[in-house]
């Protein structure tokens, strides 16, 4: 059985290092991993932990009112495919929605653009570049 639990900024460290920063001398731990309006999500899997993700209250200048930012979204390679990713990204919304927020937005690596927009992301201008990580797009969803 696989469901989505709330996590602590901790339990997405391992997850994070494995995924997005094996080899990569940049930080799993991340500002704002702490703050009281955060909050993490875990994918379980015969309650072991296969995928996280991260929902921070932080501003992109180029779009308006409440905003939250997605980091971290990592699930380990042999359990992709199984909708993890999916099922965060839709307890999220459902989340973001709540708290009467305006949009989700994340800096999307380019192999995970496909599936943002298939969450209903949209790209927002042109693609970037982050040391050591590669190209990005700022993706962003209106959620309210």
């Not at 929605?97 to 949209?122: H, M, P, T």
């Amino acid at each position: 059985m696989i469901e989505v639990r709330r996590i602590s900024a901790e339990d997405t460290y391992k997850i994070r290092l494995e995924v997005l920063r094996k080899n990569i001398n940049l930080p799993y731990k991340f500002n704002g991993d702490l703050e009281d309006n955060t909050f993490h999500l875990g994918v379980f899997k015969d309650d072991k932990i296969i995928a996280v993700s991260s929902f921070m209250k932080s501003s992109h200048v180029e779009l308006d009112g409440d905003q939250y930012q997605l980091r971290g979204m990592a699930t380990l390679k042999e359990f992709q495919g199984y909708g993890a990713g999916k099922l965060m990204m839709q307890r999220a919304f459902s989340i973001l929605s709540e708290l009467n927020i305006d949009y989700l937005w994340c800096n999307a690596r380019v192999v995970a653009v496909n599936f943002y927009e298939k969450q209903g992301l949209d790209i927002l201008g042109d693609d970037f570049d982050i040391p050591l990580v590669g190209k990005h797009f700022v993706m962003f969803k209106k959620i309210s």
